[in-house]
């Protein structure tokens, strides 16, 4: 069974740090792309950053300098490591997979085949 479960999320306050974990079981990462989003109450699905099947990364400009993308193809696992947490960025987090295909699609929901739960994040003082 293709399943993604994200974990990780949690309360910090600004300022903080998070890494979150993206279980892609079954999904061979060299053959596919990962991507995260975030959605917060009443805002649309919002593209935070990917990572290709060949390893090439992208970042909204808002997580750019903050949080960065990686992945061990041996564990089936992509990370999401988010410092630097500023309250706008609360929201639930999920990661999508789709086959292998453009950087371009990055940002883009409707390109993303698989999804998981989601894992909540919440940025307060």
């Known amino acids: 069974q293709l399943r993604l479960v994200e974990s990780g999320g949690g309360s910090v306050e600004p300022g903080g740090s998070l890494r979150l974990s993206c279980l892609a079981s079954?999904?061979?990462?060299?053959?596919?792309?990962v991507g995260w989003f975030r959605q917060a109450p009443g805002k649309e699905r919002e593209g935070i950053s990917c990572?290709?099947?060949?390893?090439?990364?992208d970042y909204h400009y808002s997580a750019q300098g903050r949080f960065t993308i990686s992945r061990d193809t041996a564990k089936r696992t992509v990370f999401l490591q988010m410092n630097n947490l500023k309250p706008e960025d609360t929201a639930v987090y999920h990661c999508?997979?789709?086959?292998?295909?453009?950087?371009?699609?990055?940002?883009?929901?409707?390109?993303?085949?698989?999804w998981g739960q989601g894992t909540p994040v919440t940025v307060s003082s």
């Open positions: 999508a997979v789709r086959i292998r295909g453009s950087l371009s699609w990055c940002f883009r929901p409707e390109k993303y085949d698989y």
């Open positions: 079954r999904f061979n990462l060299d053959n596919y792309d």
């Open positions: 990572i290709t099947g060949g390893g090439r990364t």
